[in-house]
């Protein structure tokens, strides 16, 4: 059976990644970037699907793992009545290097260890079975269509039922390096470099990177761990950052609920760079506000929720029928069709992330100006009109109060761009969307008889980013209608002490009912409780949300109360992010909430 989501560790390069289980397996594996089609795909599928195992062959007592400290450096522990061995598995960082390559060292640490390595590489996930060739010293060359990798290690290798196979044993102080070499089948065969070399400079990489992180509070390790996970999620090239690393890991085991989350979606654009600024990240931030601004780039009127790591607007949604999905979990689908949604919040996420970058000194390019106006007047045009919101609805449009409070967010930004930074456009105008809108969330999104703003106009449902109110500024903290509401969805959307981000069983979103609690947003209720004065409550909550990370530190989209388990997309930059934001609030520092502006 499938690991759970929950036993893989990720391993990266910055520009693509990999998952690694408990028992020396790679699940998963997309090359040569995070949205390409995986050559390891038993994830979502079977060991026939694709896989790299490396293992003890006489099996194994006890296992443990951990990072090396402050890197992405995966070092597993393995026992057996033969005595112990450690598996060291990472991606060297690209820079300057001609290919992307996966390292695997097993390391003896005691007695003398059988080991078997089974490498079954299946192109264009799990469909496509390479052609494998030796081409001497060790190498083995496996080609199919436009994909070439090239395997390098001294072990010896045969060939069994369309696996390469490698049956060795190591002593205690040996070390024998495994590499696989990605490049593509019309270049020159790509030649794998020095493993140890490759490890040295790949600690360095990691352990420079981490030493710039700011935080000194009481939960350093998990701030540092969630930044090192953003970070592995970054595409280098041009400072995109995917949602997460995989494609159709379910949001409830069984269920339909299975999206392609390789893309980089705007509404993480304000949380990307607070986060990071407020890290001492501002290189990445930097990357991050300009590839956004490259990705919006041209008529207003086009820009759409989710966009490619390079800024590609076409990611059209398909199934492949041959994967069975996790656990059984279909249909596996790779794209998102929600690139061609309406999401109004997307211009408030948008102006908001511009406006604090240019508060925290970042650089925008002189476009932006003339962006941000032309976005503005879009939104003039279309924050009327129902939309499918934030949480991607399949169903019928609808009027939802988070859109309609980022929309407001857009004009309120706007109104102090041009106050603070001098942005140019009909400063009246957008001081009276402003009031319009502020009037209509208050008398149309607000449910006196529940006495708690709603999902939608004319609904009963709550909905957990409502609890983005106080954080954008919308409403202070304390004001009894936010106090009220946070009230509320703690009582109707929590679930053993997590929140759902909307009651699933309410229907309208065009999908059958059932998902797991959404980590961001028992976040978000964490940094309304620190806003009230609920710092022990909050505090307790935190504790709770760190605790629900595994052996490794990392974190899912959703959590599945009822079966203890990891659930959605794996890992999710929004969980870190959130994470990273609540432990800067909780320090008194700038964290996830914007400057009040209330009105």
């Known amino acids: 059976m499938t690991a759970r989501i929950e036993d893989h560790a990720l391993i990266g390069d910055c520009e693509t990644a990999a998952l690694v289980t408990r028992d020396g397996s790679i699940d998963w594996l997309c090359w040569p970037r995070f949205d390409s089609g995986a050559c390891f795909a038993a994830l979502l599928g079977t060991a026939e699907h694709g896989r790299w195992r490396i293992a003890p062959a006489g099996g194994i007592a006890r296992t443990q793992r951990q990072y090396l400290p402050d890197t992405l450096i995966l070092r597993t522990d393995f026992e057996n009545d033969e005595g112990a061995v450690s598996l060291v598995d990472f991606m060297p960082i690209r820079r300057g290097r001609p290919v992307s390559e996966l390292v695997r060292l097993v390391i003896g640490r005691r007695g003398k260890v059988r080991m078997r390595m089974d ?55 040996e070390r024998v390096p495994f590499t696989l070499a990605y490049e593509a089948s019309h270049l020159p065969a790509a030649i794998p470099g020095d493993s140890e070399g490759a490890l040295a400079e790949t600690e360095r990489f990691w352990r420079d990177w981490a030493a710039r992180c700011n935080y000194e509070g009481p939960w350093k390790d998990a701030v540092v761990r969630s930044l090192i996970t953003i970070k592995a999620l970054t595409y280098r090239p041009t400072g995109g950052i995917v949602a997460a690393a995989t494609t159709s890991l379910p949001e409830q085991l069984g269920g339909v609920r299975n999206w ?189 008889q529940k006495g708690a703003f709603v999902q939608a106009y004319g609904s009963k449902e709550l909905d957990s980013a409502t609890l983005l109110m106080p954080i954008f500024g919308f409403l202070p ?102 994470l990273v934001d609540t432990a800067f609030n909780f320090s008194q520092s700038r964290g996830a909430v914007r400057e009040a502006r209330w009105k």
Request: charged share 25%; proline share 4%.
């Open 477 to 578: 903290p304390d004001d009894p209608r936010i106090v009220s509401t946070v009230r509320a969805i703690e009582t109707d959307l929590c679930r053993d002490g997590l929140l759902l981000r909307y009651d699933t069983r309410g229907g309208g979103d065009g999908l059958p009912a059932g998902e797991g609690a959404f980590l961001a947003c028992s976040f978000w209720l964490a940094d309304n409780l620190i806003l009230q004065g609920r710092r022990d409550e909050a505090e307790r909550l935190f504790e709770r949300l760190l605790s629900l990370r595994n052996d490794v530190g990392l974190l899912a989209e959703q959590y599945d109360t009822q079966a203890k388990a990891f659930a959605g997309n794996y890992p999710q930059a929004f969980s870190h992010f959130a």
């Open 119 to 173: 490498l079954a590489l299946r192109f264009d996930y799990g469909r496509l079975i390479p052609w494998v060739t030796k081409t001497g010293g060790g190498c083995l060359r496996a080609v199919a269509g436009p994909h070439s990798v090239m395997l390098k290690t001294p072990a010896p290798l045969r060939g069994e039922d369309y696996t390469t196979v490698s049956e060795f044993s190591v002593g205690a102080g």
């Open 260 to 448: 392609d989350y390789r893309f980089c979606w705007l509404r993480d654009a304000t949380f990307t760079v607070l986060s990071l600024m407020n890290a001492g990240y501002r290189d990445e931030a930097q990357a991050w506000c300009d590839w956004l601004l490259r990705a919006v780039a041209g008529a207003a009127s086009q820009i759409q929720p989710l966009y490619g790591v390079a800024g590609e607007h076409r990611n059209d949604e398909s199934e492949l029928p041959w994967l069975p999905g996790y656990r059984g979990s279909r249909p596996v689908r790779i794209g998102n069709g929600a690139h061609s949604q309406l999401q109004i919040d997307i211009f408030g996420n948008v102006m908001d992330a511009l406006f604090e970058a240019r508060c925290l000194g970042l650089e925008l390019h002189e476009a932006a100006t003339g962006l941000q106006t032309e976005l503005l007047q879009r939104l003039e045009q279309v924050w009327r009109e129902p939309d499918e919101g934030i949480w991607e609805i399949r169903g019928e449009r609808r009027h939802f109060v988070h859109s309609k409070l980022m929309a407001w967010v857009a004009f309120d930004r706007a109104v102090a761009s041009a106050e603070r930074f001098g942005l140019a456009g009909p400063v009246e105008r957008w001081k009276t969307q402003r009031s319009s809108l502020h009037a209509e969330i208050l008398e149309k999104g607000f449910d006196k």
